[in-house]
């Protein structure tokens, strides 16, 4: 249920075009919530404890893909420096 509002909401917000106005992610992401608020709530008040807890490990999954992605990019600019 998450996903298919997020990824249909977060489309249709383009925050890459925001990236390519200068705008840094915690102000996309700040954006986003104030854009889609009262559908958060609605969505939140909808959430049961199975629902929650696969929230929480997507969550930890995408933080470990963030911290790999952010190594591979050192890794391509120690590339250029060489």
Do not use: C, T
Not at 10 to 36: C, H, M, T, Y
Not at 59 to 72: P, V
Request: glycine share 2%; charged share 30%.
């Amino acid at each position: 249920m998450w996903f298919k509002w997020f990824y249909k909401n977060w489309e249709k917000f383009s925050p890459g075009e925001l990236i390519e106005n200068g705008l840094l992610p915690s102000q996309i992401a700040e954006r986003f919530v104030e854009d889609n608020q009262d559908n958060l709530i609605a969505l939140a008040n909808k959430f049961d404890d199975n629902n929650e807890e696969a929230l929480e490990e997507f969550m930890k999954l995408s933080e470990s893909e963030l911290h790999i992605i952010k190594y591979f990019l050192k890794l391509i600019q120690l590339k250029k420096i060489k």
